[in-house]
């Protein structure tokens, strides 16, 4: 399976934000499992955005998926994210232990004055309000 088929997605896409463009993975990809990416987690409103990070204990939590064929799908999420986040091949850890390469979209702003996610885990923070 080539890796350019996995996304990892930490914020309004994951299943429990029922956002509408959550629909696009359910027609398109398969739900691999939940995993997560070495970076940091931050409030930007009505999302969240991830940055890279060099500290081995920052963690984000995420669901991978897994797309039969991407172009398309990507093609609209790259529209729906913007230039606000680029999508970019990273490593995420699954469940097991095992790493992959998968696309995520990373935060392409600076982060400044924004409140970090410390649990690193958009639906439980969302959840505590």
Same mark, same amino acid.
Request: aromatic residues 14%; glycine residues 8%.
């Given at each position: ?5 996995? *996304?990892?997605? +930490? ?12 629909? *696009? ?18 409030? *930007? ?13 920052? !963690?984000? %939590?995420?669901?991978?998926? !897994?797309?039969?064929?991407p ?14 986040f ?17 696309? %995520?979209?990373?935060?392409?702003r600076?982060?400044?004055? !924004? ?9 439980? +923070?969302?959840?505590?309000?």
């Amino acid at each position: 399976m080539d890796n350019e088929d996995y *996304l990892f997605v +930490y914020g309004t896409l994951r299943r429990q934000m029922n956002d509408p463009l959550h629909r *696009l993975l359910e027609t398109h990809a398969v739900l691999v499992g939940t995993g997560t990416f070495q970076g940091k987690l931050y409030d *930007l409103g009505r999302y969240p955005g991830v940055v890279r990070s060099r500290g081995n204990t920052d !963690r984000v %939590i995420g669901e991978i998926y !897994r797309f039969s064929e991407p172009q398309r799908a990507f093609q609209i999420l790259d529209e729906y994210e913007g230039h606000r986040f680029k999508r970019k091949r990273v490593t995420v850890i699954q469940e097991d232990g095992k790493s992959i390469t998968s696309w %995520i979209y990373l935060y392409a702003r600076s982060v400044t004055r !924004r409140a970090l996610i410390r649990s690193g885990d958009y639906v439980q +923070y969302r959840n505590s309000f």
